[in-house]
């Protein structure tokens, strides 16, 4: 099964902008299925998939930034060190 590229876009958290991949794949059912990749460093990315592209993007709008801000949290926490 292959996924197929929709869209790249950019998705902009306090001034910080981060590549997003949306994808299709069809299931062996035949269903669709739809993930976004989304790009925070070169060795750090987050996935998130869902059965509409509707549902993915409003999971992806509330997702990248808490990612981000979590990423933010951690390294500023002295246990991280």
Known sequence: MFRKLIEST????EG?????HYFEQ????????????VVLDTADRIIVDDDSMTSLEAKVARLAP?????????????EAA
């Open 66 to 78: 808490a990612t981000v801000y979590s990423r933010v949290l951690a390294a500023r926490s002295p």
């Open 10 to 13: 950019e998705i902009d958290v």
């Open 16 to 20: 910080n902008a981060y590549v997003a």
């Open 26 to 37: 069809k299931t062996a059912r035949g269903a669709r299925r739809y993930s976004c990749e």
